[in-house]
Structures are given as structure tokens and as C-alpha cells.
């Protein structure tokens, strides 16, 4: 009886519905940790010197098919040289 | 001639490239502009005593169909209950 | 009498509380209309024979000081030649 | 001296720049899995009859202090009177 009120409160599978809720939190905690393990790289990086800005356009570059880039690198030169910029 | 040349550096028709990028700087120039504008009105809400936090959620509330917030909301309560919070 | 009920519900200045909400909603349309023209003009872009991604970055570029784009493209080629990419 | 010519490429310490690189990229990995966990969790919240945006405001509400959320509601509700809505 106990057992069924705890499970249900309002037609709510309760026990249910708070598993799901505290495993999006664990999870959301674990993603947070990991944003917080990414700058500390980058804090890293900045204290030996790197350029933080230039390491985040790398790792931009990097997840792009390299001929895409050279493709998108050459017309955007070739916009720059159309608009004397 | 010069003209022709203005015209197409690089086969790029480089006016025609220069006024799609002057008409967007424009335009994001008025878009940063009301920005501005909505902020000053939230300034002046403050000034009056009103709660920003409260009437961006008013504003969100407005946004929606009322039926739907209705229920939303007591789904929301349903699992408040549920939960004990 | 009537006013002053109109404009105090619950010790809210009710007249002032709706002016407010309606000012930010009539610049928030102004501001989605602006969205709206912004992405107009890269549909004319595109239709043009524009690529939108290499407008997007020239655009970009042009937010930014010239010195400071090309010490950034700098230190990207050399950490790129670095890192054989 | 091959290892020093691979640790140093233009005077960038080029295994350093790699190491960094490849820290963050699998710790973006990690963080991307975990994003991925999330949405299976909110899926069978879904399957089990689960409302996910009110899941949602949940977590939200659990992240505050009850009795922020207390105030910010009572706020809201006297703002919706005064606006009739």
C-alpha cells in the first residue's frame, strides 16, 4: 500500500518520474564537469603561451572535411579581393 | 571599362557582392539598435519598481496559446506534487 | 475612480506594467522583422550565385579590426603547419 | 633532433599544441555522449507517458531556491491579474 502511494500520487508514476529527473541531473552534473575540464585545458593553453582564439579555430577546422575548408578559405579570398578588404 | 572592372574582380560581380553585405550590415545595425531599445525599456520597468525576471515571463506567457499554458501548467504542478517540491 | 482601479490591481500599476509589456513586444516584431529581411537578402544572395557561408565570414571579418584578422590568421596557419593540418 | 624538430615547428611546441588540441576534442566527445544520454533519458520519459517540457520546467525549478520560486510565481500571478491574463 505504502508502496503504491510513493508510486503514485495524482495518477503519477512518482517513482518513475523522479528516476528520470535525478538521471538528467547525474548526467547534467557530468556534462557540467566536463565544460569546467575544457577551460581548464584552455587555461592550460593560455599559461604556456598558445592563443586560446586560434586554438578554438583549429579545432573548428579540424571537424570540417579538409577540402571543404580550402574550398570555403579560397572564396572567401576571393570576397575579400572583390571587396578590397 | 573601369566600370566593368568594378563590376567583376575574380568573376565575382563585386558590387552587387558589396550591396548584399552593406544592406546586411544595415540591417543588423537597426536589429543591435532595438536590442538596445528593449533593454532600455526593461531599464525603465526597473526604475519603476517592476521585476524584469517576472515580466520576461509575463512576455513568454503572451507568446503562448492560453489553453496551452493552462495545462502546462498543471502538468507542472501534477509533477511538483509527485515529486514532494 | 474607474482609472484609478485600471490602474492598480493588486498595488500594480496596471496601465504602466501594459505599456511596458507592449513596448518590448512591439520592438521584439520589429526585431524578428529585421531577422526576417536579414535572411531575404541571402536568399537573394544565394540565388545570385552567392555562397552564404563565405558572406556569413566576410561579414565577420569586417566586424573586426584588419590588424588584429590578420595576426589571427597568422597564428592559425602556424599552429595548422604545426599540427600538419 | 627528429624529436626536437616534431616539438617545434615555426616556434610552436607542436606536441604540446597536439596534446591540447586532442584533450579537448575528447572531452567535447565525452560532453557530446553526454548530451546524447540526456536525450535518451528524455525519450523514454516520453515512451512512459511523460510530458518532456514540463520534465523540463522541473529541473529548471530544482535548480532555484523554493523560495525564489515561491516569490517569482506570486510576482507573475499578480502581473497576469493586472494584465488580465
Redesign the interface.
Known sequence: MTNKTANN??????D???S??E???R??D??KA??S??RD??T??KS?G??V???K???K??KQN?ADVDE?EM??D??????G?
Open positions: 500520487v495524482g495518477g503519477i508514476a512518482a518513475r518520474l523522479r528520470i529527473v538521471r538528467v541531473e548526467l547534467e557530468e556534462r566536463l565544460g575540464d575544457i585545458v584552455f592550460e593553453a604556456a598558445f592563443d582564439k586560434a586554438i579555430q583549429i579545432l577546422l579540424r579538409p570555403q572564396l572567401v576571393t570576397y575579400r579581393r572583390a571587396l578588404i
